[in-house]
C-alpha cells in the first residue's frame, strides 16, 4: 500500500496534525496504536483558540460529533482533615469565601495570586500556540518572532518580569509558603506542581509546572479542562483511520524514510511519517539506530520518562458526591509521598486525584490517579499482590474521606505503571512521554537542538506529548508540528 503521509497514533495530538495536514490537500492515513481504555476517554488540557478556528470546531457536528469541552465547577475539593472539604471555584471570588472558613489571610491574597499567576500563564499559552523559539537562528523572521515574545514578557512590567524569573525554577513549595498559611489550600495548588513529575513539592522547577497546568483557564482554576476533541476528529471526514494497525518498524534508506512497516507485514510506502509515539520509542525501537549518529542515540536513550503515578478504576454504586477530588493535605504530605518513590516504594499515603463520570446503568466510574508509585519497585516487581494491595490503599484512603465509600465499590481494576507502557504507550508509565522539567521544555524537549519536531531521519517528524510543550495543551504540538512539515514540504 502507498500513502502520501502516514501519521502514527490516535491521540489529540497525532488527529489534529492529521486534519491539518488533511486540510492542505494531503492523503492521510492515520495508523491506530493503542486499543486499551486505561487513557481516559476524555482529553486533557486547554485547547488552544487558533486550532479551534483553524479546523472549524467551534461549529462542527452533530449531537454525538459537536466539540463538548468541561470544566468542572468546582474544579477541584480538597479532602481536609476534620472529615470536610475545601472547593474551589471557577468564580475566585466564591474561592475566596471557601478559603476564608480556614483562613481570613489567606482569603484577602487569593484575588491577587490568581491574577499574577494568570498574567504568567499568559506568557506560556503564546509559547505553547507556535513551534519553540530557535535562540540560534539568523532567519529575519523567526527573529522578529523571539522579539516579539520578549516585547509580550516586557510588557509584564517590573513586577510582572521579576515573578516570572523567579517562578521558573522555584519548588512550588516555595511559592506557595511565599503567598499562603493554609496547609490544605498549599497542599492542592503543590500538587499541580508534581503531577505526573518524579519530583516533590520541594524540588527545583515544579513551580512552573503550576503555571503550566494554568495555560488557557479561568484566573484561579489550576487544573485543565476536560474535552471530546479525539472523538470528534475521529468521527470527521479526511483522513483514512486504520483501526488496530501496529507499527513494527520505520523504514529508512540513506536518510529518508521510506515507508512504515505494520507487525504484521504489511508495508505501507511513504516519504512523510509524522509520529504520535514517545521519543525513544520511535527513534531507538522502530528506527534502525543505524541510520542515527552515536552521540543522538545516546541523547535519546537518556530522555527523563519516569513514570510515577498509577491508575485505579472503581465502579461504583450510586454517585461518589464529588466531580474532583484529590487527597493532599499538605506539602509535607506530598514531599514525604515523593520519599516512597524515590526509593521504589509506592506511598502507603499517595497523592490521590480521583475524577467521577456517571455510567449509563446509573453508577458511577471513579479514575483514580495515584501518585507516588514507581514503575521499578526495590523489592520486586508489579505482581497481582501488589496492585491489589494499592487499589485496596486506595479505597481506604477515599472511604475516610467518604463515609461509605467502600460499601460502594462493585469492582476495581489497577494499572500500575508498567501496565500504562504496555496498553497505553507511556514509556516507563509516564503520560507526558518525556517528563516535564525545565530542562526538558521549550526549545529542549525532546532533546536541545531537536525541538522543532524533525528528527535527523528526512521525512520523520514527532508529534506528541513527549515535544513541545508537553501534555495537557489539547492539540498543541499536533498544530505546530504540522505547521513545521507544511512549512518543510509546501506541496
Known amino acids: 500500500m502507498s500513502a502520501a503521509t502516514v501519521v502514527i497514533g490516535t491521540g489529540v495530538n497525532e488527529l489534529v496534525a492529521a486534519h491539518y495536514l488533511a486540510r492542505a490537500g494531503q492523503q492521510v492515513v492515520v495508523l491506530e496504536q493503542n486499543t486499551a481504555d486505561w487513557a481516559t476517554a476524555l482529553d486533557t488540557g486547554w485547547i488552544p483558540p487558533r486550532i479551534l478556528g483553524d479546523l472549524a470546531l467551534d461549529s462542527h457536528g452533530g449531537p454525538r460529533t459537536s466539540l463538548q469541552v ?57 509559547l505553547y500556540t507556535a513551534p519553540p523559539p530557535d535562540l540560534m537562528t539568523r532567519d529575519v523572521g523567526e527573529l522578529a518572532r523571539i522579539a516579539g515574545t520578549a516585547f509580550g514578557v516586557r510588557r509584564l512590567g517590573r513586577q510582572g ?55 488557557g483557564n479561568m484566573p484561579g482554576v489550576f487544573r485543565p479542562p476536560l474535552s471530546n476533541l479525539s472523538r470528534v476528529l475521529e468521527a470527521r471526514p479526511g483522513i483514512t483511520l486504520r483501526r488496530g494497525a501496529s507499527v513494527g518498524r520505520i523504514s529508512v534508506r540513506e536518510g529518508h524514510v521510506t515507508g512504515v512497516v505494520l507487525t504484521d507485514g504489511e508495508e505501507i510506502v511513504t516519504r512523510l511519517v509524522v509520529c504520535g509515539a514517545d521519543p525513544r520509542r520511535t527513534l531507538l525501537e522502530w528506527v534502525d539506530t543505524g541510520s542515527l549518529t552515536p552521540e543522538f542515540t545516546r541523547a535519546v536513550r537518556h530522555i527523563r520518562s519516569r513514570g510515577v503515578v ?36 509506592f506511598s502507603q499515603h499517595p497523592y490521590l486525584e480521583a475524577r467521577a463520570t456517571e455510567t449509563a446503568d446509573s453508577g458511577c466510574r471513579v479514575e483514580v490517579d495515584v501518585q507516588y508509585a514507581p514503575y521499578t519497585l526495590r523489592d520486586g516487581d508489579w505482581d497481582e499482590a501488589r496492585r491489589s494491595a494499592l487499589a485496596q490503599r486506595v479505597v481506604e484512603m477515599l472511604s475516610e474521606a467518604i463515609p461509605g465509600f467502600d460499601a460502594r465499590v462493585s469492582a476495581r481494576r489497577v494499572a500500575a505503571p508498567p501496565d500504562l507502557e504496555a496498553r497505553c504507550g507511556f514509556p516507563e508509565g509516564q503520560a507526558h512521554h518525556a517528563e516535564l522539567a525545565l530542562d526538558q521544555s521549550f526549545w529542549m524537549r525532546p532533546l536541545p537542538g531537536w525541538a522543532s519536531y524533525r528528527t535527523p531521519v528526512a521525512g520523520l517528524y514527532l508529534c506528541g506529548p513527549g515535544t513541545h510543550p508537553g501534555g495537557a495543551i489539547a492539540g498543541a504540538a499536533g498544530a505546530n508540528a504540522a505547521r513545521v512539515v507544511l512549512r518543510d514540504r509546501p506541496h
Not at 466564591?94 to 499567576?117: H, Q, T, Y
Not at 489550600?185 to 494554568?214: D, E, N, W, Y
Open 70 to 126: 468541561y470544566r468542572p465547577d468546582p474544579w477541584v475539593a480538597a479532602v481536609l482533615p476534620d472529615g470536610g472539604r475545601l472547593e474551589l471555584w471557577n468564580d475566585p471570588v466564591r474561592s475566596a469565601e471557601a478559603i476564608r472558613r480556614l483562613s481570613a489571610r489567606d482569603a484577602k491574597r487569593w484575588p491577587d495570586f490568581c491574577e499574577r499567576m494568570a498574567r504568567l500563564a499568559r506568557v506560556l499559552e503564546r
Open 161 to 215: 518580569m521579576e515573578d516570572l524569573m523567579r517562578l521558573l525554577p522555584m519548588p512550588i513549595a516555595d511559592l506557595l509558603d511565599d503567598w499562603f498559611e493554609c496547609d490544605a489550600l498549599k497542599g492542592v495548588l503543590g500538587a499541580a506542581g508534581i503531577m505526573h513529575l518524579c519530583q516533590g513539592p520541594r524540588s527545583g522547577g515544579t513551580a512552573f509546572r503550576l503555571l503550566h497546568h494554568h495555560a
Open 310 to 345: 498509577a491508575r485505579v478504576v472503581l465502579e461504583l454504586q450510586g454517585a461518589p458526591g464529588f466531580t474532583t477530588l484529590v487527597v493532599a493535605p499538605s506539602l509535607d504530605h506530598l514531599e514525604r509521598a515523593y520519599d516512597d518513590a524515590k526509593y521504589g516504594r
